[in-house]
């Protein structure tokens, strides 16, 4: 019980925020909750089947096929799976996160697991129809290879940045989440 | 293009949908050959599935409530007021700041965008706040720190910022 109550006192926190603005600012609770509400529901649409594909993920898919698909060694291959996984893929960049900690605990490479996430917040497929609709076609394309270019140079810089010792202990995360 | 945006953001709400569905699909099929080839296992992923979404609802909950407010505060006219094609330098990192508050999925950011830039926002300024907005996340960075640790987390978000200011001058560059 303890637990729990520390766990959500930020979330707590921000209800008596709330409680303050419906007494305050009417219009602006008003506001904040149905903003709040509509992305919650986006939220509950999301989040559970990725949950269960990552619960049967773990247990059914052994950690060598994991490695050789997409782990250290596995090249082009890694690369080119770890981006159509992310550009395909549904929900915000916050879905990519969860997902992301799978592929490490199962032995994907770091390399692509900061590639899947720089799709994932980019790169996203049907989007880009979109985005040429809103904001015209050159915009769109040039944005996009640029993003492309930056997916690449955001992964290498962080696999060069994180030692050893950060690495550790985001798998000591990985553990205590997946 | 610009006159048929409402039809083409309506296909692409759909296509997220049935990507969503895709995935529940997905589950669902996984599920039942599961079950079918080993109940203790299906069990044992399900078990999983509820505790690592269990595991980060606290923070999840907390970011959504910053969110409503964040975005009750900001609206387009407020923002396209100070990111304008005159703005220079300043825009542009007045953009990055704005963009980077949150974690926005594309059909929300852009319909905002194509919005701020008819109330007279600048290519180079816009550039900023699209890329920011997908790419950089302060409100969801709890979220993140809790999977990826404090380092990695800061890294990401701090590349992601940089990079975003580049492509902002490139595409002002060429656009503008």
Known sequence: MKSTLKKYRIFLLLVLVYLALFFLKPDLFAKSTEITWKSLLEMLSVLPPIFILLGLLDVWVKRETMVKYMGEGSGWIGIVLAFFLGSAAAGPLYAAFPVAVMLLKKGGSFTNVLILIGAWSTTKIPMLLFEASSMGLPFTLLRLGLDILGIAIIAIVSNKVLNAKDKAEIYTLVEKNG | ?176
């Open chain 2, 1 to 176: 293009m610009r006159k048929h945006a409402g039809i083409i953001m309506g296909m692409v709400i759909i296509t997220e949908n049935i990507m969503n569905e895709v995935f529940y699909v997905a589950a669902g099929l996984g599920l039942v050959f599961s079950w079918v080839k080993d109940q203790k296992k299906t069990k044992m992923a399900l078990k999983k599935a509820w505790k690592s979404f269990e595991n980060i609802l606290p923070q999840f909950l907390a970011v959504l409530l910053i969110l409503g407010i964040m975005l009750a505060i900001l609206t387009p006219q407020q923002i396209s007021s100070v990111i304008g094609g005159e703005s220079g330098w300043t825009g542009v990192l007045v953009a990055s700041m704005l963009g980077s508050i949150t974690l926005i999925p594309g059909f929300i950011a852009f319909p905002l965008a194509s919005a701020l830039l008819k109330n007279g926002a600048g290519y180079m300024q816009i550039a900023a706040f699209v890329s920011t907005l997908m790419m950089v996340g302060i409100v969801t960075m709890p979220v993140e720190i809790k999977f990826f640790g404090k380092k990695a987390t800061y890294l990401r978000n701090g590349l992601a910022f940089v990079f975003s200011l580049i492509v902002a001058f490139v595409i002002g560059g060429i656009l503008g």
